[in-house]
T-cell receptor, first 109, second 114 residues
Framework: GQNIDQPTEMTATEGAIVQINCTYQ??????LFWYQQHAGEAPTFLSY??LDGLEEKGRFSSFLSRSKGYSYLLLKELQMKDSASYLC??????????WGAGTKLIIKP | NAGVTQTPKFRVLKTGQSMTLLCAQD?????MYWYRQDPGMGLRLIHY???????AKGEVPDGYNVSRLKKQNFLLGLESAAPSQTSVYFC?????????????FGPGTRLTVL
């Protein structure tokens, strides 16, 4: 079966750095997304990786290793508004999106 | 641009009742999707459409029907609601189904079936 694993919940301190991991086992791979979802709101796009390596976008970076079936989202200079769930999603060989359950990130002052 | 809108935002149904959820997008996107989101689970695809007049089943289609009579609208119907359909429903759209195409989500509909 297809599976995406993310930690259920993480806690970090304002101003710090946090890394949210995502491991996947899917039938094929055509790219990986990270979305942010604030409580009670819709998911919004953060990043997309299809090749190995690091993609940097401001305070957020996303890394992919296709050989290891692994990605992480790195958030720097954490702000209270970064408190949200972070969803990892993989595009499989049929170009269907497979979603992880999400990681709830709690930021403390 | 309103993006993707959904109506209603909240709804409470009794078991056996029917309802239709409406999704509208003003971005001229070809592809539209209906998901449900339950606690502790990832988004699960119910049905999707690759263009006006087309629909296809997703991962969890049972108990739902859809229609895409106009390109900008995608309707999700529950013919006989069951408590297991209590969930948050999200509609999304993409310009194409290309690998790098971002999904744009509506604000969600929170449905409770008693």
């Amino acid at each position: 079966g297809q599976n995406i694993d993310q930690p259920t919940e993480m806690t970090a301190t304002e101003g710090a750095i946090v890394q949210i991991n995502c491991t996947y086992q899917t039938s094929g791979f055509n790219g990986l997304f990270w979305y942010q979802q604030h409580a009670g709101e819709a998911p919004t796009f953060l990043s997309y990786n299809v090749l190995d390596g690091l993609e940097e976008k401001g305070r957020f970076s996303s890394f992919l290793s296709r050989s290891k079936g692994y990605s992480y989202l790195l958030l720097k200079e954490l702000q209270m508004k970064d408190s949200a769930s972070y969803l990892c999603a993989v595009i499989d060989s049929n170009y269907q999106l497979i979603w992880g359950a999400g990681t709830k990130l709690i930021i403390k002052p | 641009n309103a993006g993707v809108t959904q109506t209603p935002k909240f709804r409470v149904l009794k078991t056996g009742q029917s309802m239709t959820l409406l999704c509208a997008q003003d971005m001229n996107h070809e592809y539209m999707y209906w998901y449900r989101q339950d606690p502790g689970m990832g988004l699960r695809l119910i049905h999707y459409s690759v263009g006006e007049g087309t629909t296809a089943k997703g991962e969890v289609p049972d108990g739902y029907n859809v229609s895409r009579l106009k390109k900008q609208n995608f309707l999700l119907g529950l013919e006989s609601a069951a408590p297991s359909q209590t969930s948050v429903y999200f509609c999304a759209s993409t310009r194409t189904s290309g690998s790098a195409d971002t999904q744009y989500f509506g604000p969600g509909t929170r449905l409770t079936v008693l």
